[in-house]
């Protein structure tokens, strides 16, 4: 069966395709027994039209009918990703296990691997190169066989074959060799060492850059034992392993190993033959045995004077696994811990995991992922302590292979009665890492210091040199490779996103990170909620709706900011002779499932600050600039700029003081030292004496139909 294949074409449909095949090089893989590498395999090739040749057969070794892939990655930036091919080979489909597609190469790397599970280490790169001109000449081949030899001219003990090959065209690419008249070919990288007593055939063949192979050769020679006085035969031994039940049967496999030694001259061969008459056949690597049903395997080997083992065989039962259950378990989540009056709990949160199975299977594994983080094994209760919302995600999987639909169960650890978040340079919880601009795709997990990865690069300080970042990147992704938080493909990703952001090199705008840049992607990560909407325009500005009645918020979820300057541009497009009255909130905390207000578009007025944006003579009294409900500023001292303009607006925000700069003006400076005049504090608000987040989130507010306000430019920048 063939699969995903994007660039092929048919053979077999007159003298074009002959044609197109005499034309185009062959690349051969191969596959055996082993799960852990591909029997042959092509290292170079050249550029174009390509015949792809994959056999996975019982003529190249494959005894057990173990299915493989031959699968090019098309995932991974670091290698060509324009051959999206995937084929699936058995020894037992309708072509016999070995499969023809063709693919048209371009110049670079093409990562391949087998994508059965357990497979994963059968991988390996493809370089191809610009080719080799109008070479059409195939190499010129030779072997040598050297040794000791008898007065029969037989190699006593053992002999070494060389294989040479020159091209005088484009030159040599690869040389290859296989043992015996049906031997798989292998690449030939160093002379070949044989050493079983016997007559035996070496084939050669050589292939240079063009793609032309030259004719199959072979050497013909016989190795015999040196002389002994060895009369002892090997000691065998065999061992049987796989997963069992209760009574001791195989579920779904069996593996069989069998091992000789030798101290005399030494094991010259190991046979083995399934069931009571099977044919002996050479042991060459562990025997997995699929079929259910009871089995025996003899097994027996013979040393180089020519003594043969007894035989001697290992007798088992493999079952098929329990395969009636399609019911997935049952999770459940039971959260305990101190609360406070808003049920938030305080200094850490248990989370205890459970399930059950009623498909019969049992359970096999519980898997948790934390705040979106990636799933991991659960063993023991969670304990989380970090201040902030928590989300635990679980699902259970039973033995049969069901798994449950994952459930979420979220919580709040209060701020001021938890554990204070870790110190850690920077506030970030994206999902991704990102640096800079550049999103890696790795997941932003929580590191053993309780820090996430993006806190941890430090991508928004001021970097003398690229370098010194560089160093700095690394030193940190490093240790995360070491303390098992990201794998060696992830490690690559982040570094090589750090040099492609630019950051420490000269002109660069250092710190400022784009919110909303204009582009769909960016507008996309906002969220609304309330009232109202935003909608994106050509001129990449973003622009309230004339038509969603309601007062609400467009907020950016991603992450909160503590101290940081933030600068956009805003304008004033409400209709006729009126001006809109609209505001950017700052270091308000989650809006979603807030234990005192159930209203998320509220939880940034209650909790958070506004910075007024009003330019209208009449009615409210806080103007732009002013920090509603805690500082006002009239229309003097805002300097009215008229409808229709844009203006800059940068908030910075450190510790608690305000500044808030109007088209580079600084109009309003504000300390919050909790006299407020606006929503009274509660009592146990987050700050000391009634002062509010010392972190929190982005938002932008919209009035009504009306109060028509538009956004570009967005930018923050931690301090």
Same mark, same amino acid.
Request: aromatic share 8%.
């Given at each position: 069966?063939?699969?995903?294949?994007?660039?092929?074409?048919?053979?077999?449909?007159?003298?074009?395709?002959?044609?197109?095949?005499?034309?185009?090089?062959?690349?051969?893989?191969?596959?055996?027994?082993?799960?852990?590498?591909?029997?042959?395999?092509?290292?170079?090739?050249?550029?174009?039209?390509?015949?792809?040749?994959?056999?996975?057969?019982?003529?190249?070794?494959?005894?057990?009918?173990?299915?493989?892939?031959?699968?090019?990655?098309?995932?991974?930036?670091?290698?060509?990703?324009?051959?999206?091919?995937?084929?699936?080979?058995?020894?037992?489909?309708?072509?016999?296990?070995?499969?023809?597609?063709?693919?048209?190469?371009?110049?670079?790397?093409?990562?391949?691997?087998?994508?059965?599970?357990?497979?994963?280490?059968?991988?390996?790169?493809?370089?191809?190169?610009?080719?080799?001109?109008?070479?059409?000449?195939?190499?010129?081949?030779?072997?040598?066989?050297?040794?000791?030899?008898?007065?029969?001219?037989?190699?006593?003990?053992?002999?070494?074959?060389?294989?040479?090959?020159?091209?005088?065209?484009?030159?040599?690419?690869?040389?290859?060799?296989?043992?015996?008249?049906?031997?798989?070919?292998?690449?030939?990288?160093?002379?070949?060492?044989?050493?079983?007593?016997?007559?035996?055939?070496?084939?050669?063949?050589?292939?240079?850059?063009?793609?032309?192979?030259?004719?199959?050769?072979?050497?013909?020679?016989?190795?015999?034992?040196?002389?002994?006085?060895?009369?002892?035969?090997?000691?065998?031994?065999?061992?049987?392993?796989?997963?069992?039940?209760?009574?001791?049967?195989?579920?779904?496999?069996?593996?069989?190993?069998?091992?000789?030694?030798?101290?005399?001259?030494?094991?010259?061969?190991?046979?083995?033959?399934?069931?009571?008459?099977?044919?002996?056949?050479?042991?060459?690597?562990?025997?997995?045995?699929?079929?259910?049903?009871?089995?025996?395997?003899?097994?027996?080997?013979?040393?180089?004077?020519?003594?043969?083992?007894?035989?001697?065989?290992?007798?088992?039962?493999?079952?098929?696994?329990?395969?009636?259950?399609?019911?997935?378990?049952?999770?459940?989540?039971?959260?305990?811990?101190?609360?406070?009056? *808003?049920? =938030?709990?305080? #200094? %850490?949160?248990?989370?205890?995991? +459970?399930? /059950?199975? $009623?498909? &019969?299977? !049992? @359970?096999?594994?519980?898997?948790?992922?934390?705040?979106?983080?990636?799933?991991?094994?659960?063993?023991?209760?969670?304990?989380?302590?970090?201040?902030?919302?928590?989300?635990?995600?679980?699902?259970?999987? *039973?033995? =049969?292979?069901? #798994? %449950?639909?994952?459930?979420?169960? +979220?919580? /709040?650890? $209060?701020? &001021?009665? !938890? @554990?204070?978040?870790?110190?850690?340079?920077?506030?970030?919880?994206?999902?991704?890492?990102?640096?800079?601009?550049?999103?890696?795709?790795?997941?932003?997990?929580?590191?053993?210091?309780?820090?996430?990865?993006?806190?941890?690069?430090?991508?928004?300080?001021?970097?003398?040199?690229?370098?010194?970042?560089?160093?700095?990147?690394?030193?940190?992704?490093?240790?995360?490779?070491?303390?098992?938080?990201?794998?060696?493909?992830?490690?690559?990703?982040?570094?090589?996103?750090?040099?492609?952001?630019?950051?420490?090199?000269?002109?660069?705008?250092?710190?400022?990170?784009?919110?909303?840049?204009?582009?769909?992607?960016?507008?996309?990560?906002?969220?609304?909620?309330?009232?109202?909407?935003?909608?994106?325009?050509?001129?990449?500005?973003?622009?309230?709706?004339?038509?969603?009645?309601?007062?609400?918020?467009?907020?950016?979820?991603?992450?909160?900011?503590?101290?940081?300057?933030?600068?956009?541009?805003?304008?004033?497009?409400?209709?006729?002779?009126?001006?809109?009255?609209?505001?950017?909130?700052?270091?308000?905390?989650?809006?979603?499932?807030?234990?005192?207000?159930?209203?998320?578009?509220?939880?940034?007025?209650?909790?958070?600050?506004?910075?007024?944006?009003?330019?209208?003579?009449?009615?409210?009294?806080?103007?732009?600039?002013?920090?509603?409900?805690?500082?006002?500023?009239?229309?003097?001292?805002?300097?009215?700029?008229?409808?229709?303009?844009?203006?800059?607006?940068?908030?910075?925000?450190?510790?608690?003081?305000?500044?808030?700069?109007?088209?580079?003006?600084?109009?309003?400076?504000?300390?919050?030292?909790?006299?407020?005049?606006?929503?009274?504090?509660?009592?146990?608000?987050?700050?000391?004496?009634?002062?509010?987040?010392?972190?929190?989130?982005?938002?932008?507010?919209?009035?009504?139909?009306?109060?028509?306000?538009?956004?570009?430019?967005?930018?923050?920048?931690?301090?």
């Amino acid at each position: 069966m063939v699969l995903g294949l994007t660039s092929t074409a048919a053979y077999g449909r007159g003298d074009d395709a002959a044609a197109r095949s005499a034309a185009a090089q062959t690349l051969t893989w191969t596959a055996g027994d082993p799960i852990d590498r591909y029997l042959t395999f092509p290292r170079t090739a050249v550029a174009g039209e390509t015949t792809i040749v994959f056999e996975n057969s019982a003529a190249t070794g494959n005894t057990t009918g173990m299915p493989h892939t031959l699968t090019f990655d098309v995932s991974d930036p670091e290698y060509n990703n324009d051959v999206q091919l995937n084929i699936l080979a058995n020894p037992s489909d309708a072509q016999g296990g070995k499969h023809t597609a063709t693919v048209t190469l371009t110049p670079g790397r093409y990562f391949y691997h087998c994508t059965i599970p357990g497979h994963g280490s059968m991988q390996g790169i493809l370089t191809v190169t610009e080719g080799g001109g109008d070479d059409t000449t195939a190499p010129e081949t030779s072997a040598t066989v050297s040794g000791e030899k008898n007065a029969d001219g037989a190699y006593i003990g053992h002999a070494s074959v060389s294989v040479a090959a020159t091209d005088a065209g484009s030159g040599v690419d690869r040389i290859e060799y296989a043992v015996g008249a049906a031997g798989a070919w292998q690449p030939y990288t160093a002379p070949v060492m044989v050493h079983e007593v016997g007559t035996h055939k070496i084939r050669y063949r050589a292939t240079d850059k063009a793609g032309n192979t030259s004719a199959e050769k072979s050497a013909d020679f016989t190795i015999v034992a040196p002389p002994t006085d060895d009369k002892t035969p090997p000691e065998t031994s065999v061992t049987v392993s796989g997963e069992k039940n209760a009574e001791g049967q195989y579920l779904g496999m069996a593996t069989v190993t069998v091992t000789a030694s030798d101290t005399g001259s030494g094991v010259n061969t190991i046979e083995y033959a399934l069931g009571a008459s099977g044919a002996w056949t050479a042991y060459n690597g562990p025997v997995m045995v699929h079929e259910t049903g009871t089995h025996k395997v003899r097994y027996r080997a013979t040393d180089k004077a020519g003594n043969a083992a007894a035989e001697k065989s290992a007798d088992f039962t493999v079952v098929a696994p329990p395969t009636d259950d399609k019911t997935p378990p049952q999770t459940t989540a039971t959260v305990t811990g101190d609360k406070n009056a *808003d049920g =938030a709990y305080i #200094t %850490s949160a248990k989370v205890t995991l +459970a399930a /059950t199975d $009623a498909g &019969g299977s !049992g @359970v096999d594994k519980i898997e948790y992922s934390l705040d979106g983080g990636p799933y991991l094994a659960y063993t023991t209760p969670v304990i989380v302590d970090r201040v902030g919302r928590h989300t635990v995600d679980h699902r259970a999987t *039973d033995k =049969a292979g069901n #798994t %449950s639909v994952a459930k979420q169960v +979220a919580f /709040t650890i $209060a701020e &001021g009665g !938890g @554990v204070p978040a870790p110190n850690c340079p920077e506030h970030d919880e994206r999902l991704t890492v990102i640096v800079g601009t550049v999103d890696t795709g790795v997941p932003n997990r929580v590191t053993r210091n309780r820090c996430t990865i993006n806190e941890l690069i430090e991508d928004e300080r001021e970097w003398t040199s690229q370098a010194l970042f560089l160093k700095h990147v690394d030193t940190v992704i490093d240790k995360l490779l070491y303390d098992g938080v990201i794998d060696e493909r992830e490690h690559r990703k982040i570094y090589r996103a750090a040099k492609q952001s630019g950051i420490g090199k000269p002109g660069q705008t250092a710190g400022y990170r784009d919110l909303f840049d204009g582009t769909q992607s960016s507008f996309a990560k906002w969220q609304q909620v309330g009232g109202g909407s935003f909608g994106l325009n050509a001129d990449g500005s973003m622009t309230s709706s004339t038509t969603t009645p309601g007062m609400g918020m467009l907020w950016f979820p991603e992450r909160k900011y503590e101290d940081f300057s933030l600068k956009l541009r805003w304008r004033d497009d409400a209709p006729g002779t009126g001006n809109a009255n609209a505001g950017v909130f700052v270091r308000f905390p989650q809006v979603h499932d807030h234990p005192e207000e159930p209203r998320p578009e509220w939880v940034a007025i209650k909790y958070g600050h506004e910075v007024q944006i009003l330019d209208r003579p009449d009615g409210d009294m806080y103007k732009t600039s002013s920090v509603y409900g805690f500082d006002r500023v009239g229309l003097g001292s805002a300097g009215v700029t008229p409808k229709g303009t844009w203006n800059d607006y940068e908030i910075r925000v450190e510790g608690q003081h305000y500044s808030v700069f109007r088209n580079g003006v600084l109009i309003n400076e504000f300390d919050n030292t909790g006299g407020q005049d606006f929503y009274p504090p509660r009592a146990d608000d987050p700050g000391s004496d009634g002062r509010r987040y010392a972190s929190g989130y982005i938002g932008l507010q919209v009035h009504g139909t009306t109060d028509v306000i538009s956004y570009r430019d967005i930018r923050i920048k931690q301090l």
